[in-house]
């Protein structure tokens, strides 16, 4: 089960339409949810629409409703609006790179724009929280990783009873991390190796 | 700082793969599988949402087994997810999402004609790139919201009149608005009010919404007659769009009070993200989910004449092996506790083989997911299966060290354990001789 740990937490809804944020306050039993205000000339407490416009070297400039209007209010359009951003990671596959298109017609790979946009967002709510707590500091870098989340780390699990050369068992619920597995053996095979040795997915050494 | 982040539940790996990288290159997190990021499914943060509204701006105690009914309605699609909801506030996945391209971007788009429709060519293009383009979206968002049936809506367009050449006030606009009688409903009946208001009819508004609303009722009504879903006492708007007033009175005029409540949230268009806020805190609150495909693990057998194929067949030295057969872990549909573990030992097929890799694919072959189906062909009362069949596709594989080829075959068994019951897949293989370990968080398999 996971146990954390941390003080805060910060939810980000990156929208196809709109994106907004809340943060929370674990503090004792009354937590409060505060949710982002002016991400982008937005009412405050409504979610922003998903509109950013970065420079032509691909800066991040403005999000939002201020994106549009900024756009909108330069005389020659040179910069990079950008909208409908999320449509495009729906059904996609790996093996090519998703480019997002500017009105101008510029395209630019999506990883930067949405990187663009999460940048944005996480600025802008380290600083509500750091206003709304005067007196503690935010730290505005990322924290190290602490172990918590347990359920991403699997617990050892013992194997549940097995008849030799049967092949694999059935899957097993397992129970609570207690003892290390006692080893029985099911005669099950494995791929030799003959296949090619890395793969992109699999992190090593984790 | 606990990072969430919201993804759509329909979204393959690619999808969570792609947010979790740009949440890392945008250094909410210091690497890619922290777990300070937690990727959370949208219409479980709406389902925690809801269930927090019932108790506090209800005073509901939902009942053990009541489900609730949550219409995710946002710009491109209505998507409608049923969870079980109980006393303890526990709750899971009743029901596939499902739902259809019912978004507000077609009342909008309906709306934006209606304008087009007031200006000659030329000036809607230069009022289409213009800030004034930009004001007026922000008070049809107004309008679209608050609008119900019976209301006629004040429109100010001056926005419009700085870019139509002969027309300066709503009096000389309105004669143009009148013209479109006919191709849009309730046009001739527009009125003046002031010198930059239009008094729009209730009708011409209705027409705009034509286009999602009939299709919206009309799919949750079939749903709730469906035998499954009996339980559902409560059905949430929640989304962008869920704050038409409209869009909630069209639901309640088609779902009778005592079949299940229609419950607007306060804040329909935050919902999500403070549902995903609780859920960071709490990620253990969705006990169990239902997995929306087949996995499992691509292994070898003995070769058994009659039961395998014979192009599946693999000759070493003495040996018959059956390759690519696969081994199911999961069935599509199947429930998973969140904390859940599965784990099941794999052994080498040579006493020479220094290593091995653990395979995981997904599937939504039918066979695979049938309950009678097993890799074991005396256990089995389907045919086999094979990873090389179509509609398998490789999750993700993981390379384990098996040690000395000293040691007896059965004495290097690779312990694999894998949790489904997360927002995010993980996998981890252990080769209990070598100690050699390797854990993938496999980004995203529900």
């Not at chain 1, 359920?151 to 030799?164: D, E, G």
Request: hydrophobic share 40%; charged share 20%.
């Amino acid at each position: 089960m996971p146990q954390l740990s941390l003080s805060q937490v910060v939810a980000v809804d990156f929208g196809t339409a709109r994106t907004g944020y809340a943060y929370q306050y674990k503090k004792g039993n009354t937590p409060e949810i505060f949710v982002s205000e002016g991400l982008g000339g937005t009412i405050a407490g409504h979610k922003t629409p998903t509109e950013v416009l970065l420079s032509e070297q691909g800066d991040f400039r403005a999000f939002g409703d201020d994106a549009r209007t900024a756009y909108y209010n330069a005389p020659d359009q040179a910069e990079l609006f950008f909208t409908n951003l999320k449509m495009e990671l729906y059904g996609r596959e790996d093996g090519h790179v998703p480019m997002a298109r500017a009105h101008n017609g510029t395209e630019l790979p999506l990883m930067k724009v949405v990187t663009a946009i999460l940048g944005h967002v996480r600025e802008h709510a380290l600083e509500a929280i750091n206003k709304s707590r005067v007196g503690e500091s935010v730290r505005s870098t990322p924290a190290r990783d602490a172990p918590a989340l347990a359920s991403c780390a699997l617990t050892p699990c013992p194997p549940s009873q097995t008849s030799p050369l049967v092949p694999p068992c059935a899957p097993t619920v397992c129970p609570p991390p207690s003892a290390p597995p006692t080893h029985t053996h099911t005669h099950t095979l494995t791929h030799p190796h003959t296949r090619r040795r890395s793969s992109s997915r699999a992190c090593s050494g984790c | 700082m606990q990072w969430v982040l919201t993804v759509p539940a329909i979204w393959d790996s690619y999808g969570k793969h792609f947010m979790r990288t740009a949440a890392h290159k945008a250094q909410l997190v210091p690497h890619h599988d922290s777990s300070r990021l937690l990727l959370a499914l949208e219409p479980e943060c709406a389902a925690i949402e809801c269930y927090e509204t019932l108790k506090s701006a209800h005073n509901i105690t939902p009942q053990d087994g009541t489900m609730c009914m949550i219409l995710d309605c946002g710009g491109g699609t209505v998507d409608i997810a049923t969870h079980v909801l109980s006393s303890s506030g526990v709750y899971k996945e009743a029901f596939p999402v499902n739902g259809g391209p019912w978004g507000s971007t077609y009342v909008d788009a309906a709306f934006e004609e209606l304008i087009r429709a007031m200006m000659e060519e030329g000036e809607y293009s230069a009022y289409a790139g213009s800030s004034e383009k930009v004001q007026m979206k922000l008070t049809w968002e107004r309008i679209k919201c608050a609008f119900h049936a019976a209301t006629t809506v004040t429109l100010d367009v001056s926005p419009l009149l700085a870019h139509t050449e002969t027309v300066s006030t709503a009096a000389e606009l309105l004669p143009r608005v009148h013209a479109l009688a006919g191709r849009f409903e309730g046009a001739e009946q527009t009125s003046v009010k002031g010198k930059y208001q239009l008094l729009l009819p209730p009708q011409l508004l209705v027409g705009c919404f034509a286009r999602v609303i009939p299709q919206i009722t009309a799919h949750v009504v079939r749903l709730l007659t469906q035998e499954e879903l009996e339980p559902v006492k409560y059905v949430f708007l929640v989304g962008g769009f869920g704050e038409s007033a409209f869009l909630h009175e069209a639901l309640k005029a088609v779902v009778p009070q005592e079949r299940a409540q229609i419950i607007r949230p306060a804040r329909p268009g935050i919902a999500i993200v403070r549902g995903a806020c609780r859920f960071g805190v709490n990620p253990m609150v969705i006990a169990s989910r239902r997995v929306l495909k087949t996995y499992g693990v691509s292994c070898k057998l003995e070769f058994l004449a009659g039961a395998h194929r014979e192009d599946k067949k693999e000759v070493k030295g003495s040996e018959h092996f059956v390759t690519d057969l696969f081994d199911p872990w999961v069935r599509q549909g199947q429930q998973v506790g969140a904390d859940q573990v599965l784990c099941k030992y794999y052994l080498p097929t040579h006493a020479s083989q220094e290593s091995a890799i653990i395979q995981i694919y997904a599937t939504s072959n039918r066979t695979a997911a049938d309950p009678g189906y097993h890799v074991d062909p005396t256990l089995t009362s389907c045919p086999a299966v094979y990873v090389s069949d179509p509609g398998f596709s490789l999750v993700c594989e993981l390379d384990i060290f098996l040690g000395s080829t000293a040691s007896a075959v059965a004495d290097r068994a690779v312990e694999v354990r894998m949790a489904f019951g997360f927002t995010e897949f993980v996998v981890e293989a252990t080769c209990s001789r070598t100690g050699s370990k390797r854990k993938v968080t496999c980004n995203y398999v529900l």
